[in-house]
């Protein structure tokens, strides 16, 4: 072992890096009050480990979106289980770093000589934003659709780049493949390689500067010290894990929804991620649909507003010259963090009450959470309708009409609807060209064998659509039923 960490230590240096980093002073001595921006550097890990699983999976088209999705809630081993994990990892994540800046602004760490770090973990705050807004979009449900319509047109009402932005990120003059295309990427590649290089960044600028320690005016040499290994690397680990428990147990508990594929041509009323919620409240206060043209009010209560705060926060320590980090000496700063905080939350709960109320007003449900949603109530007419689209429509007609003496009609045909396993059967082996008669009418149209086409559960889901659709009202079929005719 000592001979390798000296062939490391001469050709890399990393033994006594580590070292160097393990041995670190902590003023004030070690405590979990340091411990929030670990935990959110954990949750940015397990971002990165649950994202590149789930791109083994997820296909960015408007045909395979939603699709690819379901698919891994439902027949990937434990998908489900992580992808509510990515879920509940980014609103961990979020929350973390929301608590880490708050910290920094409260103790008045962002003062000389920490200026560019505090700028550093404001634009980490602004791209883990934009990375949780295009990942919003990536399961191409009606919720994620219509939220992320209004976030687009947002984007457009900004100045002199609103309407390019709007065009790159649409792809087009309506949201479809090439949207998910913008989105994916940004979400997938750009966000998480400028989040690294920010995060190396800020790392980077932390071992050179030190910790801040508590708020206050105290030389921090002469307050007692602590070493970062083991005390302190405990305490964030402990707390990391602690994060770790409740994302799991969150996972299993309440795992995110997935809602009806997109279909724009429906009415639907959207509900943002908790962190836009303040942003919706602020353009609901202005009076602004978020479809309406844009209007003075409108532009203050989605760029003005929020691009000043921003732009106020990154200014922040140059703008406050007291030379003070005491709480006591700095009533200014930590009201008006307060009456920021008070402000945000309350907008958020108003957003909330009025988005709800409005759903329910429009009998519009909260959807199951895909993953707990038993077999039996699993929603076959999505993945039927797809089936039949796809391989029926073009002989049958889309609404099951048939093509006159050639393919029957599935509406109102008394075959469809009786025995399954008849209709499973001609289904799994096709027909020849022999007359067949229905309600009367003759048709010689050749139906090819879909055994070994199409699954047992496509079968099973398409043959469901039919029995239900056009006004027929039949039993369903599951794919036990079309397995027992298949032997």
């Excluded at 690294?196 to 010290?225: C, E, M, W, Y």
């Excluded at 920021?340 to 449900?365: D, H, M, N, P, W």
Aim: hydrophobic share 50%; with cysteine.
């Amino acid at each position: 072992m000592t001979f390798l960490i000296n062939w490391l230590e001469q050709r890399t240096g990393l033994p006594t890096q580590i070292k160097t980093f393990l041995t670190e002073d902590v003023p004030g001595g070690p405590s979990y009050w340091y411990v929030f921006g670990s935990a959110t550097l954990f949750a940015m890990i397990l971002q990165y480990v649950t994202g590149i699983f789930l791109t083994f999976y997820y296909a960015p088209s408007s045909a395979t979106a939603w699709e690819s999705t379901k698919y891994i809630y439902d027949h990937v081993p434990l998908g489900w289980f992580v992808m509510s994990l990515h879920y509940w990892g980014a609103t961990a994540m979020i929350a973390l770093l929301f608590m880490h800046l708050l910290q920094v602004l409260i103790w008045g760490a962002y003062k000389a000589p920490r200026e560019i770090m505090w700028v550093v973990g404001i634009l980490l705050l602004v791209f883990t934003l934009v990375l949780g807004l295009t990942g919003y979009l990536l399961p191409w449900d009606m919720n994620a659709y219509f939220a992320s319509q209004v976030a687009i047109n947002i984007a457009s009402s900004v100045p002199l780049i609103g309407e390019p932005t709007q065009q790159f990120l649409s792809g087009g003059a309506g949201m479809g493949t090439l949207t998910i295309n913008r989105f994916f990427g940004l979400h997938v590649w750009l966000m998480p390689a400028l989040l690294v290089l920010l995060v190396v960044g800020h790392l980077v600028i932390f071992r050179h500067n030190g910790s801040a320690g508590p708020p206050v005016d105290t030389d921090l040499k002469k307050l007692p010290q602590g070493r970062f290994w083991p005390n302190q690397m405990f305490m964030d680990a402990f707390a990391s894990f602690l994060v770790f428990i409740v994302m799991i147990v969150l996972s299993i508990v309440v795992p995110p929804p997935l809602d009806q594929k997109a279909d724009p041509t429906q009415t639907f009323i959207a509900y943002p991620a908790w962190y836009f919620l303040a942003l919706y409240g602020m353009l609901r206060i202005a009076g602004g649909a978020p479809d309406s043209v844009v209007t003075i009010a409108n532009l203050l209560a989605t760029v003005v507003i929020p691009g000043g705060l921003v732009t106020l926060l990154i200014l922040l320590p140059w703008i406050d010259r007291n030379p003070s980090r005491s709480l006591r000496r700095r009533p200014w700063i930590l009201g008006l963090t307060a009456i920021s905080v008070v402000g945000a939350v309350g907008l958020s709960v108003y957003s909330q009450l009025a988005i709800v109320k409005e759903q329910a007003a429009a009998g519009q449900t909260k959807p199951a959470a895909a993953p707990a949603a038993p077999a039996s109530s699993r929603n076959l007419s999505q993945n039927g309708a797809k089936v039949f689209g796809t391989n029926c429509a073009s002989c049958h007609g889309a609404a099951g009409q048939g093509t006159p003496g050639v393919f029957p009609p599935l509406a109102g045909n008394p075959d469809v609807t009786g025995d399954p396993s008849k209709i499973v059967q001609i289904v799994l082996d096709g027909s020849n060209n022999m007359p067949m008669t229905v309600n009367g009418a003759n048709y010689k149209g050749i139906m090819p064998a879909w055994k070994g086409t199409l699954s047992n559960t496509d079968v099973a889901d398409v043959l469901t659509y039919i029995r239900s659709s056009w006004g027929n009202k039949a039993t369903p079929v599951s794919a036990a039923d079309v397995a027992k005719v298949a032997k």
